[in-house]
T-cell receptor, first 116, second 113 residues
Framework: GAVVSQHPSRVICKSGTSVKIECRSLDFQATTMFWYRQFPKQSLMLMATSNEGSKATYEQGVEKDKFLINHASLTLSTLTVTSAHPEDSSFYIC????????????FGDGTRLSIL | GENVEQHPSTLSVQEGDSAVIKCTYSDSASNYFPWYKQELGKRPQLIIDIRSNVGEKKDQRIAVTLNKTAKHFSLHITETQPEDSAVYFCAASKGSSASKIIFGSGTRLSIRP
């Protein structure tokens, strides 16, 4: 079963809306989670590394004021796409690593965001 | 930072034949190389991985080889089946806790019946 839960799975909203996506580790604690974006027929591009209790680390070219990340607990990271526009429409996927059990990163099911 | 290149971008093979996908990486500090299979609209699924202290790893019809000197690694699928049709991604990571994974560009594999 899924060990990383991502919600919602699908969002359709109007331009200018802010959208929050949640990523939860279900049976392990994750001090670090990762957020990826995947455009159609392209690869997963790392957007940022979410660190529990501290600021996220953003990849080059990713606007931190546009994509707000909060990692307030060891099992939850949220990504908020602020004032979303059609070009933000994409598949957003989170992942988390169970560092205690030294297992590979587990991916969430992804969120398909469509901005009209 | 790390850069992972993958080819081919598309690959079509006859059912029962073998498929090979190749990747190169740039950061010599990378030491963990996972391979993912992604079906349309789904999350990537880890199918096999290899660490830099190993040159080859096999799991049934799937094998991965690593040449750390040349910074090359490859995925081999033997006796391909229709259900192997998907997009495959190679990736590289430094492998320590909280290390980010950098993905290749992907290979769309189609198995012809």
């Amino acid at each position: 079963g899924a060990v990383v839960s991502q919600h919602p799975s699908r969002v359709i909203c109007k331009s200018g809306t802010s959208v929050k996506i949640e990523c939860r580790s279900l049976d392990f604690q994750a001090t670090t989670m990762f957020w990826y974006r995947q455009f159609p027929k392209q690869s997963l591009m790392l957007m940022a590394t979410s660190n529990e209790g501290s600021k996220a680390t953003y990849e080059q070219g990713v606007e931190k004021d546009k994509f707000l990340i909060n990692h307030a607990s060891l099992t939850l990271s949220t990504l908020t796409v602020t004032s979303a526009h059609p070009e933000d429409s994409s598949f957003y996927i989170c992942s988390a690593e169970d560092s205690v059990r030294n297992q590979p990163q587990h991916f969430g099911d992804g969120t398909r965001l469509s901005i009209l | 930072g790390e850069n992972v290149e993958q080819h081919p971008s598309t690959l079509s093979v006859q059912e029962g034949d073998s498929a090979v996908i190749k990747c190169t990486y740039s950061d010599s500090a990378s030491n963990y190389f996972p391979w993912y299979k992604q079906e349309l609209g789904k999350r990537p699924q880890l199918i096999i991985d290899i660490r830099s202290n190993v040159g080859e790893k096999k799991d049934q019809r799937i094998a991965v080889t690593l040449n750390k000197t040349a910074k090359h690694f490859s995925l081999h699928i033997t006796e391909t089946q229709p259900e192997d049709s998907a997009v495959y991604f190679c990736a590289a990571s430094k492998g320590s806790s909280a290390s980010k994974i950098i993905f290749g560009s992907g290979t769309r594999l189609s198995i012809r019946p």
